[in-house]
């Protein structure tokens, strides 16, 4: 594949996508630099309620020679940072990572880099290869997805909590029976009392990460799952 083409990459949960645009003859060198443009898209937003939606994007560059020896592993440090991780599981990450150094090989021709002298390219300019990587997540299992779904077509027009209900919203953070917030899909973990992982409890019982459901009540006063009407302004 030559740069300029695009590859991709499914799996149960993320699709990648990578494309050249520049550069289309050079093959990339130790000196050399990855830019890495990563756009994450979900294919179906409940906090937003639209579908697809773009959850983010960023840069990064990275040295040919450092992301051919860790494996992309510089990468993924990169997609782990804090302020991206809440949208991806360990499982989704892995996943990923398993293709992009495959579709980079592939997308460059060059399956790993080539021992070069020192004073070989001492005189050239480090070229920079774009990678446009766009990630695609289905961020909702089927039976929350269904729930959710519903609750929205019932939402009476979206209208949005009271900021009073949504203040006194039972907050604590000893994890209930249940394993995971079912807007997020992300696990209850932590140590008990962790003030990190903060939990609110609907006045249905349903409980939800507190980031998660208040973003979620500003939008819609029903509960996600059983569509218990919160109070309105």
Sequence with gaps: MAPGEEGIVSSHVPVESFQSTELEHAKPRSKDFFRFDVTAVALWDPLQHTSPSSIFQASTRISCKRFYEDNGDSLRSFLLDPQFSPYFTIEDMDLIMQRIMPLVQELFGVQSLPLENDNEYADSVPLEFPVVLSIILDTMGNEESEAIEESMQHSGGMIPASNEAIQLLKTYTTFPPQEECNICLEKFEGEEC????????????????????????????????????MPTQ
């Design 194 to 229: 962790d003030e990190d992982v903060k939990l609110s409890q609907m006045p249905c019982g349903h409980v939800f990460h507190h980031p998660c459901i208040v973003p979620w009540l500003l939008t819609s006063h029903l509960c996600p799952l059983c569509r218990f009407p």
